[in-house]
C-alpha cells in the first residue's frame, strides 16, 4: 500500500501577491546559508533564508510589475530577474547590496521566461522572446552584444514563444535551443547557425512549459490540456514523441526535472503538485496543500542528497517547501 502523501516541511509566507517564480541557491561550501528567491505578481524579488524561513531582503526593480523568472548567475551574489515591465535586470548582491547593475529592455509583452547557459567561466548566453511575436532572441552576457534572431521560416505560423530551454551536450559543443510554442509544437535551434534542426507538434494548445535531460536526450512539455508529453531527440537531432501521460486535471503552469534525473515534478492549475518518476513517468505522489493555482516549482541544489527541497510557488500567496524522495 502507497504511503500518504507527506505535508509541507515549511510554508513561507509575507509575499503578498501571487508567487510566479522560485530559484534555490543552497550549493555553495558550509557555511553558506541556503537561500530561495521568490519572484511575485507585486515587482517584488524575496530572498528567503531557508534557515530562519523568513525574508532577508526584498528587491524591488521592476516597476510593481510582475516578476516571471528569476536565476543566479554563478552564485547568489549574482542575480537576474525578469518582469512584466518588459525588462531583464541584473542585480548585484554581494556585501548586503540590493542594486539592480544593469538591465536589457526585451518589448516582449508575453510571460515567457528567459533562458540562461553559461558557456564560459563569466560568460553566458541568455534567450528571450523577441520584440517581433515569433522570434527569438539570443544575447551574450555580460556584453549585452547581440549573438543572433532566431526567426521561424515565412508561413511556418508558430504563433509567440511560451517557453525556452538553451543547453549544450558539453562545455566545448555548440549551444541549441528547445522552445515551445503557441501552435503547440517543440522546436530545436541551432543557435549559432540561426536554423531550425527539428520540429515537433507536442500538443493542441500552447506549450506552457517545458524541461530536457541532456544525458538522455528526452524531454517533457505541458500545455492546458490534460496531457503531458514526452519526446525524445535522436542522433540525427530528429524530435520524435516518445510517450504520452494523461492527466487527472487539466492545465500545467510549470514542469521540472531534479538535477539528478530521478524525478520531476509539474504544477497543476488544479492547485497540486505531481511528482513522477523520470524514467518510465510512474506517478509518485500527489501534493495537495495549496488553494489556487500552482504556478511554479522548484528544485534546490543542495548538495547533499538528504538536505533536497522542493518549493512550489501559487496564487495563494504562499511557497510550500517540501522534502520528498530525497533519500534515492
Not at 528567491?37 to 515587482?43: P, Q, R, T, V, Y
Not at 527569438?136 to 547581440?146: A, F, G, H, R
Not at 509567440?160 to 555548440?174: A, T
Not at 500545455?223 to 508529453?229: F, G, P, R, T, Y
Amino acid at each position: 500500500m502507497a504511503l500518504p502523501p507527506p505535508d509541507p516541511q515549511f510554508v513561507l509566507r509575507g509575499t503578498g501577491a501571487a508567487v510566479h517564480t522560485l530559484h534555490f541557491s543552497c550549493g555553495g561550501p558550509e557555511p553558506d546559508i541556503p537561500l530561495l528567491f521568490s519572484g511575485s505578481e507585486n515587482g517584488f524579488i524575496h530572498v528567503w533564508n531557508l534557515k530562519t524561513h523568513r525574508v532577508d531582503s526584498a528587491l524591488d526593480g521592476h516597476g510593481r510589475k510582475s516578476v516571471y523568472c528569476v536565476e543566479t548567475m554563478g552564485g547568489k551574489d549574482r542575480l537576474l530577474s525578469q518582469g512584466r515591465d518588459q525588462r531583464i535586470c541584473l542585480w548585484d548582491l554581494a556585501e548586503g547590496r540590493t542594486s539592480v547593475t544593469d538591465s536589457v529592455f526585451t518589448e516582449h509583452v508575453g510571460f515567457c521566461r528567459c533562458s540562461l547557459l553559461e558557456v564560459a567561466q563569466g560568460r553566458w548566453l541568455m534567450a528571450m522572446a523577441a520584440r517581433s511575436l515569433e522570434e527569438v532572441q539570443i544575447l551574450e552576457l555580460p556584453s549585452k552584444t547581440s549573438v543572433c534572431t532566431l526567426k521561424p521560416e515565412v508561413g511556418a505560423k508558430l504563433g509567440m514563444p511560451m517557453c525556452l530551454k538553451l543547453w549544450q551536450l558539453n562545455c566545448g559543443s555548440q549551444p541549441v535551443l528547445l522552445a515551445g510554442y503557441e501552435d503547440g509544437s517543440v522546436v530545436l535551434w541551432n543557435v549559432s547557425m540561426g536554423k531550425v534542426l527539428s520540429k515537433l507538434v507536442c500538443h493542441q494548445e500552447p506549450v506552457m512549459s517545458l524541461d530536457f535531460d541532456s544525458e538522455k536526450a528526452k524531454g517533457i512539455s505541458g500545455s492546458s490540456e490534460k496531457v503531458l508529453s514526452i519526446w525524445s531527440l535522436n542522433e540525427q537531432q530528429n524530435l520524435q514523441v516518445y510517450k504520452t501521460h494523461e492527466l487527472v486535471n487539466a492545465g500545467i503552469s510549470d514542469i521540472t526535472i531534479r538535477p539528478d534525473k530521478k524525478i520531476l515534478a509539474t504544477a497543476g492549475w488544479d492547485h497540486r503538485i505531481r511528482i513522477f518518476g523520470w524514467k518510465k513517468l510512474k506517478p509518485l505522489a500527489v501534493l495537495d496543500y495549496h488553494t489556487a493555482t500552482v504556478h511554479c516549482v522548484s528544485f534546490s541544489d543542495h548538495s547533499k542528497p538528504r538536505e533536497r527541497l522542493l518549493a512550489a510557488g501559487s496564487r495563494d500567496q504562499r511557497i510550500s517547501v517540501w522534502s520528498i524522495y530525497a533519500q534515492t
